[in-house]
């Protein structure tokens, strides 16, 4: 960006820019441009995770996972997308036909995300809530998530996911 169009920039976001070296400046505002779209990137990512675990879609849940991706949870261990897709299956039973979820939902939340280069390190939390008696969304488990993404073509992918199931308690 030429100097003149970066000075532009800042006045309208409101930066302070010393005059000394405005170029070094916005090297380091597109540095920290791309550190944040990326922190952006995997929460969706996360997001994801819940909403395809949720509708047992787990040909697309296995996709979220790099080619040699791990998940490792209460079910155990699986390595890569059709092995965690078949794990999540065996684990979980594959659904019916047209199956719509009207009885759960994963809540995903307090994402801590430290991106370097092209992989990141993760800690979130979840909380499982389903249908009670009533039909009303109650808490059923809860846990947390620890991590690590690599940046993939195509975007970034859950490199290594580690669950541990804290209410009730349960490690991998």
């Known amino acids: 960006m030429p100097p003149t169009r970066f ?8 930066l302070t820019v010393s005059s000394a070296s405005p170029i070094a400046s916005a090297g380091a505002l597109a540095d920290r441009v791309r550190v944040l779209e990326d922190q952006q990137a995997i929460r969706a990512v996360l997001i ?15 996709a979220l996972f790099a080619k040699d991706g791990v998940w490792t949870g209460g079910y155990g261990t699986a390595t890569g997308p059709a092995a965690i897709q078949a794990l999540m299956e065996k684990s979980m039973g594959k659904p019916a036909p047209g199956f719509i979820n009207r009885t759960k939902f994963h809540l995903m939340a307090t994402e801590q995300i430290a991106v370097t280069g092209d992989t990141a390190t993760v800690r979130s ?23 690590a993404f690599v940046r993939e073509p195509g975007g970034w992918r859950i490199k290594r996911r580690t669950t541990y199931g804290i209410i009730p308690y349960s490690g991998p």
Not at 7 to 14: E, K, Q, S
Not at 125 to 147: E, K, L, N, Q
């Open 7 to 14: 000075l532009a920039l800042a006045v309208l976001l409101g």
């Open 48 to 62: 994801q995770y819940g909403d395809y675990l949720d509708a047992q879609d787990y040909g697309h849940y296995a």
């Open 125 to 147: 939390r979840f909380t499982v809530f389903t249908a009670d008696a009533d039909g009303r969304p109650a808490p059923s488990r809860a846990g947390r998530y620890v991590d």
